[in-house]
């Protein structure tokens, strides 16, 4: 058991010694729903199906890692979403997805700092391209949710890396992309909080977890347990 330390009110760090140099890192990955921003965004596009409840409750499931088929758990919410309308998907993005505290400052800084960054999400092409452009990010890769006349089929389309963006392809894109940067995995940052997080926080030289799940926060190096995502810069300079 590796020994915990709380490094500051709220930031508990393991089997690092801060300061960490945040130059010395070329490459950081942030999931997007509940990391980057403040919602689920599946449970959010359930509410205009009254199915939210239900959704968020697989939802739950799978982020605590009680649900370990993270495609199939992602499958059977898109089934439930069938027949919303883009339209309320525009209305989530407005009225109810936020950035969440620190989520500019931290990208920022690590843009700064020389880094490349990545948006790896298990949600959706439609929030997540949006997310990126407003913060920057490098690169993403999401689902894409099957739209027809304007409506969800409750599917989601198959894309030319695969079919779902889940924990095995989330660290398979994050090592792909360190090998084309010629880097080695040491000198990548991963920042989530759900279950679906922790292949690719296993794979990085350091894992951040975000407010998130007991299991998450458990196995990674950083825990931010209060405050914004610019909390990490306590422990990067």
């Not at 739950?60 to 339209?87: C, N, P, W």
């Not at 030319?160 to 880097?183: F, H, N, P, Y």
Request: glycine share 8%; aromatic share 4%.
């Amino acid at each position: 058991m590796t020994h915990t330390t709380e490094f500051a009110p709220g930031l508990v760090v393991q089997g690092v010694v801060p300061p960490l140099s945040l130059s010395g890192y070329k490459l950081i990955a942030f999931d997007m729903d509940s990391t980057l921003i403040n919602i689920e965004c599946v449970d959010e596009i359930a509410d205009a199906v009254g199915r939210k409840a239900e959704v968020a409750a697989i939802t739950e499931a799978a982020m605590q890692g009680v649900i370990t088929d993270y495609k199939e758990s992602l499958r059977q919410r898109v089934a439930l979403l069938k027949g919303v309308r883009v339209q309320h998907l525009e209305q989530v993005y407005a009225e109810r997805l936020r950035l969440n505290p620190g989520a500019r400052e931290l990208v920022s800084a690590a843009q700064a700092a020389g880094l490349r960054t990545l948006l790896l999400s298990g949600g959706f092409s439609f929030f997540a391209d949006r997310v990126r452009a407003v913060l920057g990010i490098d690169f993403a890769r999401s689902n894409v949710l099957e739209v027809e006349n304007g409506q969800l089929t409750g599917r989601m389309l198959d894309q030319v890396w695969g079919d779902i963006c889940d924990g095995a392809q989330k660290r398979r894109t994050l090592l792909e992309l360190a090998s084309l940067m010629g880097i080695s995995p040491a000198q990548t940052i991963a920042v989530g909080d759900g279950a679906n997080d922790l292949p690719m926080m296993d794979a990085a030289g350091l894992s951040v977890a975000y407010h998130a799940k007991p299991a998450v926060r458990a196995q990674a190096k950083v825990a931010i347990t209060r405050g914004g995502l610019d909390r990490l810069l306590e422990v990067l300079r």
